[in-house]
């Protein structure tokens, strides 16, 4: 049983223009959020991350907005570029023994951005 | 700073074969994760260390699968004896509390 899912394996957008990627989640002890780009032969790299305190979070071109009733967040690039493109992983953790976070993966999505 | 280092960076080996894997984590770090990523999945928890203590063991597949951590720093990870459903990228992460989790580069286990 999939805990975060990214329903889409894909997506292509012009440079300029906005992406959207969208995760959702089953796992209402779920109380943090993150995303992840991964390039090719690189491990993931942390991008942004929400508290489920929160519904918006703001980096430069960068923003996650959740909505906890829905078990829903994305992340809106804007405006995309060309270097954006990679695989995005949505990524879910809830507080563990010691409060650390076990971090439940999604199966990402790899967005182009052409230019 | 140095971030989390794994080594090696690819392995290829026959089934049956034993095979290990390295990481050094960033400094002052306590939390070290072992992911695997099958093609076209996201990185699934293969186990947590918080210091020397494996706290989430239960995606390890402990028939041929084993890790330590000592001193709580480096870890390593073996697989004993390797099949050829291994094949696959490992990850190791690393992060301090409530901080994002930083990966490795991961290394890439071909078994043949």
């Known amino acids: 049983d999939q805990q975060v899912k990214q329903n889409s394996p894909s997506l292509s957008v012009q440079e300029g223009r906005i992406s959207i990627l969208n995760c959702d989640y089953t796992?209402?002890?779920?109380?943090?959020f993150l995303w992840y780009k991964k390039y090719p032969a690189e491990g993931p790299t942390f991008l942004i991350s929400i508290s489920s305190i929160k519904d918006k979070n703001e980096d430069g071109r960068f923003t996650v907005f959740l909505n906890k009733s829905a078990k829903h967040l994305s992340l809106h690039i804007v405006p995309s570029q060309p270097g954006d493109s990679a695989v995005y992983f949505c990524?879910?953790?809830?507080?563990?023994?010691?409060?650390?976070?076990?971090?439940?993966f999604g199966k990402g999505t790899k967005l182009t951005v052409n230019p | 700073e140095a971030g989390v280092v794994q080594s090696p960076r690819y392995k290829i080996i026959e089934k049956k074969q034993p095979v290990a894997f390295w990481c050094n984590p960033i400094?002052?770090?306590?939390?070290l994760y072992w992911y695997r990523q099958n093609l076209g999945q996201g990185p699934e928890l293969l186990i947590r260390?918080?210091?020397?203590?494996?706290?989430?063991d239960s995606q390890l597949p402990k028939d041929r699968f084993s890790a330590e951590r000592l001193k709580g720093v480096d870890s390593t990870l073996k697989i004993q004896p390797a099949e050829l459903g291994d094949s696959a990228v490992y990850l190791c992460?690393?992060?301090?509390?409530?901080?994002?989790?930083?990966f490795g580069q991961g290394t890439r286990l071909t078994v043949v």
């Open positions: 260390y918080e210091n020397e203590e494996a706290v989430d």
């Open positions: 990524a879910a953790s809830a507080r563990g023994q010691g409060g650390s976070e076990k971090l439940v």
């Open positions: 796992n209402s002890m779920f109380d943090y």
């Open positions: 992460a690393s992060s301090s509390r409530r901080t994002e989790a930083f």
């Open positions: 400094s002052g770090h306590n939390t």
